[in-house]
């Protein structure tokens, strides 16, 4: 059997980072998916596969190409966190799908207890990128053949078909044109988001959903301050994806884009994340994802509980139609 798809699992224990605790002590979701990786990361290396093996020997970058997790409970800056990675067992045509799992041990009501909370699910898919001037060139063994592509784009996935851009006025129409509700932010892709001297990683994808949703919000006088400010209410995720459909160059200009889909009871949203790079004239799909998010009341009367989005909020989710 491949040690990759044995039946072991591999337990990680870890803390939350303190830069994610950016309102009260309460953890983002980002952070949730950096731990995600850890854990990923440790599942590889106990089984010989670490990611400096897989690059100096193999030449292969090890990367999270899919992530879809599910947030059921909030996430403290001092809770110490148990992952808990198995292999999937369906398994997926050139990736390694695994399961993760995370609870989180936390004080009790009485001093020096503690509890356990299920703060995590999530599915996982790897893919083993060859890399560009990577010093490795053995050949893969054959429990990490499986997983090889020379590019993410190898792999199928739900990608739009390329549509033509040639200038920047091109590329506004083709993904946000008028009646869209859709908000589009352009960016260029520095070195700290990449992997291995020239490739979008992961991470840096769910980097740029956090930051959209932000400036999002911003545009739509909804914006992270103001809602805390005026009404206490605090942004909270309970569900997030973001799938990898093309490899992405450093300092390419990224093209995002954010699109409010469905309001839940007035009280959640869901929006999809959709990501292109222009190519000889043309907008090639690089990423898809989505996000439930909402806000949760700190103060006051019903605190700790859901907001309900009255007529100005739905109004700006919703670009003015109900």
């Given at each position: 059997m491949s040690r990759l798809l044995d039946h072991e699992p591999t337990?990680?224990?870890g803390r939350p980072r303190y830069e994610g605790a950016n309102i009260r002590t309460w953890i983002g979701f980002k952070h949730f998916e950096y731990l995600v990786e850890e854990a990923v990361l440790q599942y590889f290396r106990d089984r010989g596969y670490g990611p400096a093996v897989l690059y100096h020997t193999y030449?292969?970058?090890l990367e999270i190409v899919d992530s879809s997790i599910q947030l059921p409970n909030a996430l403290n800056v001092d809770d110490e966190v148990t992952?808990?990675?198995t292999a999937a067992p369906t398994q997926p045509a050139g990736m390694l799908a695994l399961n993760v799992k995370f609870t989180a041990t936390r004080e009790a009501g009485n001093i020096g207890d503690e509890t356990e909370a299920k703060v995590l699910s999530g599915k996982v898919r790897v893919a083993l990128v060859r890399e560009k001037?990577?010093?490795g060139d053995a050949p893969a063994p054959a429990d990490l053949d499986p997983y090889v592509v020379s590019d993410v784009a190898e792999l199928d996935g739900p990608a739009r078909e390329p549509v033509a851009a040639a200038t920047d006025e091109d590329v506004r129409g083709a993904l946000v044109p008028e009646g869209s509700n859709a908000f589009l932010w352009s960016w260029r892709v520095p070195y700290f988001y990449c992997h291995y001297s020239h490739r979008l990683q992961h991470s840096g994808y769910v980097r740029a959903l956090e930051e959209i949703v932000d400036r999002f919000l911003a545009e739509r006088d909804l914006?992270?301050?103001t809602m805390l400010e005026e009404r206490g209410w605090i942004p909270v995720v309970s569900r997030a994806r973001v799938r990898m459909l093309a490899d992405v160059l450093m300092e390419e200009t990224l093209h995002?884009?954010?699109t409010?889909?469905?309001v839940i009871k007035n009280s959640l949203y869901t929006a999809r994340f959709d990501a292109y790079v222009r190519r000889d004239g043309r907008l090639v799909h690089t990423a898809t994802g989505s996000i439930m998010h909402g806000y949760a009341i700190s103060r006051g009367e019903g605190v700790g509980s859901l907001a309900q989005f009255d007529e100005r909020a739905?109004?700006?989710l919703l670009g003015g139609g109900r």
């Open positions: 337990v990680y224990h030449g292969l970058g992952a808990t990675v001037d990577a010093p914006s992270i301050y995002t884009v954010f409010v889909e469905d739905l109004t700006a």
